[in-house]
């Protein structure tokens, strides 16, 4: 049995009768068995002691019984962690920050609260999934399209809480900033409603997001300020039409006049994320395997080596996916023109028309229908990229953490970034799959994510090799400027004393707020960093 | 004796298979909201790196070879035990499912829906 620290048994015990007595005894969960069922599935430190295991969970139904866990665990000191659906993989799953937390487990807090159609928008509590919202949506046949993230079995709410991100157009696709209104239960387990919901029998909490006065919303994401238990989100009015095509760009030297291309239809809004691709990168993954590892062998090549293997293989170098939403006539239209700026931009720039769907999708064809995300409708299907294939057959990973970056849309910063990743990769013994044809994630609209997923394993050797891997490549690529938005809770201290700007000011800060705030330090110690006064010689 | 012995079976297996048929369809519905995402039979053509298979799916062809149907839905080997090992545990890529997405309740439905064709 793992305690929370500094507390006694007797007053633990004591704890878990007030919550029984908040939430039903079968609410409660503080057996070995099911405490168990709170780890880390893909946890990079699982067996060993610094995993991050829970003491107990507590699963309200209300925002009533969010209070008084609150209000108990004032009373006693105890750490708490709130989880909305728990499916946060590589960022933690359902486990806590820190070890011996008490998990409040919010999935039974599941209520779609209301769907606005002419208005566009929802409003839910944590433990509604992408799946849940979804199929809410489509039983009505409302016309209204979700933007959703990769696995869809995650809450928008906890999604935009961790800066999650996903597929359609920009204004949509940071789910955070597509938010509008919280309800949070603060730490002294006080309710408040921001933006309009601050209103008395305000019409408008889902309309209008800044309400007056400071915007405070920011401060209950990525962070230990409260518990959230209410969140708005605009949706999409369903597009009558979707179309994406593909452009090609021969040359490796033409990235940065793609990219400058790309972000205009970015900008101005009339592009889904655009999946940036190579075809002799692909080509690698087959028959080019031997000219590629022959390429790299000696280590990162020069800019002629790499301009003359693209004038060998025969193959364009860049691809680009662009997926246009709206009435067909605007989407062709659109079509068209990126055709005629692409081709004037980049000489032997090739156009391949992809798929036209008139939406919604048919449900009866969904189960077939390729590239969901894209169209609002939630699975799984990306969970094949970590499952057991033929490469990994007899040795597949137990689960993976992202390490990704931010970098701007600049070409070179995604050939110097990529290259830290492969050296850091060969340098730990592991297979390193970047190369100069490495292609950035575009789920920010305004910058690229390079990285990777680094395999995680119960088997503490292995997992030490990958811990070292993330702290050689956030150490290399913050020298550049370069760090995560997002990381697993084993590295939020590393990734926070990256952001040193005037000697961790910034950090400060919020420890200051948290003081105010959060004086016994119940919530969520040591989320990105932020540590309660009488814990900051937890900090790793 | 051996009559009174022969009823008490036949009433046990009547009483049985209409309890497991409920708790069948239920296992039905629990595992095409929690499981068919990834272990179900369709799947789009070009689904990402799947060789044309859910992940779970794909992966359990990988895993058996073609020893065992990689549809867990075909298969009729599974045990009550082996299933609730796998979701309360997690196994490899397949995270560790809690009660309070899949209660017990609901992983016993899960269960018979898994092991209604078992080879006795």
Avoid at chain 1, 95 to 111: C, E, F, I, Q
Avoid at chain 1, 284 to 293: D, Q
Wanted: charged letters at 20%; a neutral charge.
């Amino acid at each position: 049995m793992v305690l929370p620290p500094n507390v006694s048994e007797a007053d633990f015990s004591r704890a878990l009768g007030e919550f029984r007595s908040a939430v039903g005894a079968s609410w409660v969960f503080s057996s070995d068995e099911d405490v168990a069922l709170y780890r880390d599935s893909y946890s990079i430190y699982w067996g060993e002691p610094e995993e991050r295991v829970a003491s107990a969970a507590v699963a309200p139904a209300k925002v009533e019984e969010v209070q008084q866990i609150v209000r108990v665990a004032n009373r006693y000191g105890i750490p708490l962690y709130p989880i909305s659906t728990g499916r946060n993989l590589t960022y933690g799953g359902s486990a806590p920050n820190m070890r011996g937390s008490v998990v409040v487990d919010l999935k039974r807090m599941n209520r779609i609260l209301e769907v606005d159609e002419k208005r566009a928008f929802a409003l839910v509590e944590p433990g509604v999934s992408y799946f849940d919202l979804y199929h809410y949506i489509q039983e009505r046949n409302l016309k209204l399209m979700l933007d959703v993230p990769d696995p869809g079995w995650g809450s928008p709410m906890g999604n935009s809480l961790d800066h999650g991100a996903g597929y359609t157009l920009a204004a949509f696709r940071d789910h955070f900033s597509s938010h509008c209104g919280m309800e949070v239960v603060t730490p002294d387990g006080d309710v408040i409603r921001t933006g309009m919901g601050a209103v008395p029998n305000s019409d408008s909490w889902q309309d209008f997001h800044y309400g007056a006065g400071p915007n405070v919303d920011g401060l209950f994401a990525q962070s230990n300020f409260g518990i959230v238990t209410k969140m708005g989100f605009w949706l999409m009015p369903m597009p009558e039409a979707f179309l994406s095509g593909t452009v090609t760009a021969p040359r490796h030297r033409d990235l940065d006049a793609l990219v400058q291309e790309v972000s205009y239809l970015e900008d101005l809004g009339l592009t889904g994320m655009p999946q940036y691709g190579s075809p002799i990168a692909q080509a690698s993954f087959g028959p080019g395997a031997g000219a590629m590892a022959s390429l790299m062998q000696n280590g990162w090549p020069s800019t002629e080596a790499v301009e003359r293997f693209v004038t060998a293989q025969k193959l364009p170098a860049w691809s680009v996916q662009l997926y246009f939403y709206g009435p067909e006539e605007t989407v062709r239209a659109t079509w068209q023109a990126t055709k005629r700026r692409f081709g004037k931009a980049i000489a032997g720039a090739t156009f391949q028309d992809g798929e036209f769907l008139t939406l919604p999708i048919p449900r009866e064809k969904e189960p077939t229908q390729s590239d969901k995300p894209r169209l609002g409708i939630p699975s799984l299907e990306v969970f094949n990229m970590v499952a057991r294939n033929p490469q990994t057959a007899d040795d597949p990973s137990d689960g993976h953490a992202d390490l990704f970056v931010t970098i701007p849309r600049k070409a070179s910063a995604l050939w110097e970034s990529s290259r830290i990743l492969f050296e850091a990769h060969r340098e730990a013994g592991m297979p390193a799959r970047q190369n100069p044809f490495s292609t950035p994630f575009t789920y920010y609209s305004r910058c690229f994510w390079t990285g990777t997923t680094v395999p995680t394993w119960r088997d503490p050797a292995k997992n030490a090799r990958s811990r070292a891997l993330f702290q050689t490549v956030m150490d290399r690529c913050a020298e550049h400027g370069w760090v995560s938005y997002r990381t697993n809770p084993a590295f939020q201290d590393l990734l926070v004393s990256k952001y040193s700007f005037n000697n961790n000011s910034l950090l400060r800060f919020q420890e200051k707020l948290k003081d105010g705030i959060d004086p016994n330090g119940i919530i969520a110690p040591g989320r990105y960093g932020i540590w309660p006064a009488k814990m900051r010689k937890n900090r790793a | 004796m051996r009559q009174t012995l022969f009823l008490l079976l036949v009433a046990g297996l009547g009483h049985s298979a209409l309890a497991q048929t409920v708790s069948e369809t239920n296992g039905k519905a629990v595992f095409d909201k929690w499981c068919a995402p990834c272990h179900g039979a369709v799947a789009p053509k070009n689904v990402m790196f799947g060789n044309g298979a859910l992940a779970g799916t794909s992966a359990l062809a990988v895993k058996y070879k073609g020893k065992l149907p990689a549809v867990l839905e075909q298969r009729t080997d599974l045990t009550s035990a082996q299933i609730k090992t796998v979701v309360r545990r997690g196994l490899y890529g397949m995270p560790i499912t809690r009660k309070t997405e899949v209660s017990d309740a609901e992983l016993e439905d899960v269960v018979a829906y898994l092991t209604r064709n078992r080879k006795k």
